[in-house]
C-alpha cells in the first residue's frame, strides 16, 4: 500500500512537471482573442475567409480642414508604415505597360464587343489630347488602353479615393482626408495600441489634424490588453479572498501552501492539456477557467478539515463522488462544435482531475493533513442557532421560490440575444474612427463575396462570370486577357490606319492567339503585383459587395458578416442549451444510482443555482448570451460539491458541523472569485460574473435545505 502510494505520488509529480514544461514551450504560440475565433468560425470556411478579409487590413485616417496639413500628416505615416502596396507605384505602371495586351476596362470592353470602334477611337483621342498624360507609353498603348485601365483600377482599389504619394485622399462634406491601408499582420499589437493612444491625443494637435484608427485589428488589440489586466485582477482579488477566508477557517496560513500547490498543479496541467489538444486557445478560456479555483478551494478545504475530524476514508468518498459528477457534468461539453467550447470543458475536465488527485495523494493520504487539518477550527455539537429546522425550511423555500420565480415575472425572453455587438462593447475611440471611414469612403455595410476556386485563376473566373467586383476588377483572368487581347486586334485591324494618320502615331497589327504568355499580366508571377493576390488564400478571393448583390453562382457566396455571424451564434447557443440538457440527463443519472431515494435532495441544488443565475441575469438586465448558459455548467459542478459534502454532514455532531462549516468558507471563496467577473469590461465575462454570482447563491442556498432521513428531521447547524 505505502510503495503504491510513493509510486503514484511520483507518477502524478513527473506528469505535471511535464505539463509545465510542455506549457512553457508552447505558450509561446500565443492565444486566440477576436470574436470570430471565439465563435468558431471554421465550421463555415466561407465565413471564415469573409472574416479573415474584414480583419486582416486596418486604417488610419486623417481629418482636417487644410488638405495641405493632412497630407503632411498622413505622408509622416507613410514613412514607417507604407501602404497596402509592396513595391514601388511606378514598378507596378512599369509592369502593366510590359504585360498588358489583355487589359480593358469595362468600359472599353464594353464598346468593343458591341463593335463600337468608332465610338472607342474617338475616346482614345480625347483622352490623348486631354489635359491628363498617358500612364503607359504610347508606343505600347496607342489606343492608351492600358492608361484607362490603370484609372478604373485605381477607382476601383481605392473606391472613391485618389491615390497620392503612398495614400489616398478625398474631400467630404467640407472636410479633408487620407486614408492609409496598413497590413495588420505586419504591426505588433503593442504598435497598434500606440496608435491609438497617439490617436486619442491628436484631438490637441496645433494644426487641427486629428488622426482616427480603424478596423477590428484594433478593437483585437485593446480587448487583448484589457483581458490581460482584467485576469491579473481577477487572479489577485481571488488570492486575497483565499487566503483572507482561509485564515478565517483554519486560523493561520498554513493551508496556504497546499492550496496553491494544487491550484498550480491543475492550472498547468489544464493549460497543456488546452495547447496541447487545439494549439493556439481562446483567452476566454482562461477567464472562464477560473471556476477551476472554487473547485479546488472546495477539494483542498474539504480534505484538510474532512480529514482530521472524518479519517482518510470518511471524506475520500465524498470527494470521489464530487469528482464523478463534476466531471459527468462538463463531459456533454466535449462533444460541442464550437471549439472555445470544448476548450472550457478540456480546461475544466484535465482542471478538476488534476486537484482531485493532488489531493488524494498529498493530502488525503498525506503529510500535509497531519501538518495543516489540525489547525481547522473544531466545532461544537450545540452549534445550532435556536431556530428550529422547520422553520428554516419553510424560509430558504420561500426565499429559493420567490427569486428564481422572477424571470416568470420580467419578460426575460427580450434578454436572449445573439447580437454580436452583445458580446464585445467598443472602445468609444475606435467606433468612432470605424464609423468615420463608413462615412467618409462609402463602406458597403459589410456584404462581402466569397469566391472560391481551385486555384486562383479559376477564382477569377467565377468573380467575373457572377459579376463581382473583385481581385478581378483589379487583374482579370488570363481567360478573359486573353478575350481582351482579342478585341484589341479587331480594334488595331479596324481603325488602326485612321488613327495613326490622325495622330502620327504607328498602329501595329497583332494576332492575339500568337501572344506570349508573359504578355499579359499574371499577379502570382510578377513580384511587384503580388499584392494583387493577397484576396487570395488558396482557397478563395473575399471582395465586398454593395447592398442587392445576390449571385446564383455556386461558387460565389454572399454574406452579410455581421448577419452571419448572429446566425452562427444562435445556432451556438441552441447547441449548448441541449449540451446544459444533456448533462442535467447525465447528472440525473449519476443521482439515481448512487443516491437513490435521495437523488432529489442531491439535484435541487444544481436546479436552483440554475434557476438564480437566470434571476441575477434578468435582475440586472444583463443580455442572455450562449456563455451565460455555460456559466451554468460550473454552476452545476459547483452545487454539486455543496450537496454531496452537506448530505454527508447529515447527522449533527461535532463533525456534521465542521463539514457544513467549510462549505460555508468554500462558497465565500467560489462567490467572490467567479463574482468578480461580474466587474469585468468585456460582456462575456461579465456575464458568465453575474450568472456564476446568482447560481452559487441559489445552489448553496438550496444545499442548506433541510431534508427528511426516515422521517426524522435533519438538524441543521
Known amino acids: 500500500m505505502k510503495r503504491g502510494l510513493i509510486f503514484l505520488r511520483v507518477a502524478f509529480a513527473s506528469a505535471v512537471a511535464a505539463a509545465a514544461v510542455f506549457l512553457a514551450l508552447a505558450v509561446r504560440r500565443g492565444v486566440d482573442t477576436d470574436l470570430m475565433s471565439l465563435a468558431g468560425l471554421g465550421r463555415d470556411h466561407a465565413l471564415r475567409e469573409a472574416s479573415d478579409a474584414v480583419s486582416g487590413t486596418v486604417a488610419l485616417i486623417f481629418e482636417g480642414e487644410s488638405a495641405e496639413d493632412v497630407a503632411k500628416a498622413a505622408t509622416a505615416a507613410v514613412g514607417e508604415f507604407g501602404g497596402m502596396i509592396d513595391g514601388d507605384p511606378q514598378e507596378v505602371l512599369k509592369a502593366i505597360g510590359e504585360h498588358g495586351a489583355g487589359l480593358l476596362s469595362d468600359g472599353a470592353r464594353a464598346l468593343l464587343e458591341a463593335g463600337s470602334y468608332d465610338e472607342a477611337m474617338k475616346g482614345s483621342l480625347s483622352r490623348l489630347f486631354g489635359p491628363v498624360p498617358p500612364v503607359v507609353s504610347v508606343k505600347r498603348d496607342p489606343f492608351l488602353l492600358c492608361s484607362e485601365y490603370v484609372e478604373s483600377m485605381f477607382a476601383a482599389q481605392t473606391r472613391g479615393w485618389t491615390r497620392s504619394g503612398g495614400f489616398v485622399r478625398k474631400s467630404h462634406e467640407g472636410r479633408e482626408y487620407a486614408m492609409l491601408p496598413i497590413d495588420a499582420g505586419k504591426v505588433a499589437q503593442s ?60 486560523r493561520s496560513f498554513r493551508f496556504a501552501p497546499v492550496l496553491v500547490v494544487a491550484q498550480l498543479s491543475a492550472f498547468a496541467v489544464a493549460s497543456a492539456a488546452l495547447f496541447a489538444v487545439f494549439g493556439r486557445p481562446h483567452v476566454v478560456t482562461f477567464i472562464f477557467g477560473t471556476s477551476l479555483i472554487g473547485l479546488s478551494v472546495d477539494y483542498v478545504y474539504h480534505a484538510l478539515a474532512g480529514a482530521a475530524s472524518e479519517g482518510s476514508r470518511g471524506v475520500l468518498k465524498p470527494l470521489t463522488l464530487s469528482m464523478l459528477t463534476t466531471v459527468g457534468g462538463f463531459l456533454p ?30 493530502v488525503v493520504f498525506g503529510f500535509a493533513r497531519s501538518r495543516v487539518a489540525v489547525a481547522a477550527p473544531s466545532c461544537a455539537a450545540g452549534c445550532a442557532n435556536g431556530v428550529p429546522a422547520a422553520a428554516r425550511g419553510v424560509c430558504l423555500k420561500a426565499l429559493l421560490l420567490a427569486v428564481a420565480a422572477l424571470p416568470a415575472v420580467v419578460p426575460a425572453r427580450r434578454l436572449f440575444t445573439e447580437d454580436p455587438s452583445a458580446f464585445y462593447n467598443p472602445d468609444p475611440y475606435l467606433k468612432e474612427g470605424d464609423a468615420l471611414f463608413v462615412r467618409a469612403s462609402g463602406a458597403m455595410g459589410g456584404r462581402m463575396a466569397v469566391t472560391h ?4 485563376q479559376e477564382a477569377l473566373e467565377n468573380e467575373e462570370r457572377a459579376g463581382v467586383k473583385g481581385v478581378s476588377a483589379v ?3 488570363l481567360k478573359r486577357q486573353r478575350e481582351n487581347a482579342a478585341l484589341k486586334a479587331k480594334l488595331h485591324e479596324a481603325k488602326g490606319a485612321e488613327y495613326s494618320a490622325a495622330t502620327g502615331i504607328a498602329v501595329r497589327k497583332f494576332d492575339a492567339a500568337d501572344l506570349p504568355a508573359d504578355a499579359f499580366l499574371d499577379p502570382e508571377k510578377i513580384p511587384c503585383l503580388s499584392w494583387m493576390a493577397k484576396g487570395w488564400n488558396g482557397r478563395c478571393t473575399v471582395t465586398p459587395v454593395p447592398e442587392g448583390f445576390e449571385s446564383g453562382d455556386p461558387a460565389v457566396k ?71 448558459f455555460i456559466a451554468m455548467f460550473a454552476v452545476s459542478g459547483l452545487g454539486v460539491d455543496y450537496a454531496i459534502f452537506y448530505r454527508s454532514s447529515e447527522g449533527g455532531g461535532k463533525c456534521g458541523a465542521a463539514t457544513r462549516r467549510t462549505v460555508f468558507f468554500s462558497f465565500l471563496t467560489s462567490l467572490i472569485g467567479l ?43
Open 191 to 250: 504598435r497598434l495600441l500606440e496608435l491609438k493612444r497617439e490617436g486619442e491625443l491628436s484631438a490637441s494637435r496645433a494644426d487641427g489634424v486629428r488622426m482616427f484608427c480603424a478596423g477590428p485589428a484594433f478593437h483585437t488589440a485593446v480587448a487583448t490588453a484589457n483581458s490581460k489586466k482584467e485576469i491579473n485582477v481577477l487572479s489577485a482579488v481571488s488570492a486575497v479572498a483565499v487566503l483572507l477566508i482561509g485564515f478565517a477557517l483554519f
Open 333 to 362: 461539453l466535449v462533444f460541442a462544435a464550437v471549439p472555445a467550447i470544448r476548450q472550457m470543458a478540456v480546461f475544466s475536465i484535465t482542471g478538476v482531475l488534476s486537484v482531485y488527485g493532488f489531493v488524494v495523494l498529498f
Open 453 to 456: 476556386g481551385a486555384n486562383l
Open 475 to 477: 487583374v482579370p483572368s
Open 558 to 628: 454572399v454574406y452579410s458578416v455581421r448577419d452571419a455571424l448572429a446566425t452562427l451564434l444562435a445556432g451556438m447557443t441552441y447547441e449548448v442549451m441541449k449540451l446544459l440538457g444533456l448533462s442535467v440527463i447525465a447528472m440525473a443519472a449519476l443521482f439515481a444510482a448512487l443516491f437513490r431515494r435521495r437523488a432529489l435532495s442531491y439535484a435541487l441544488p444544481v436546479v436552483f443555482g440554475f434557476l438564480w443565475s437566470f434571476a441575477a441575469l434578468v435582475a440586472t438586465r444583463t443580455p442572455i448570451t450562449l456563455f451565460s
Open 675 to 717: 463574482g468578480a467577473l461580474a466587474f469585468t469590461q468585456f460582456p462575456v465575462t461579465r456575464s458568465m460574473g453575474i450568472a456564476f454570482a446568482g447560481g452559487l447563491l441559489g445552489a448553496y442556498l438550496a444545499a442548506r435545505l433541510p431534508f427528511r432521513t426516515g422521517g426524522t428531521p435533519v438538524p441543521r447547524a
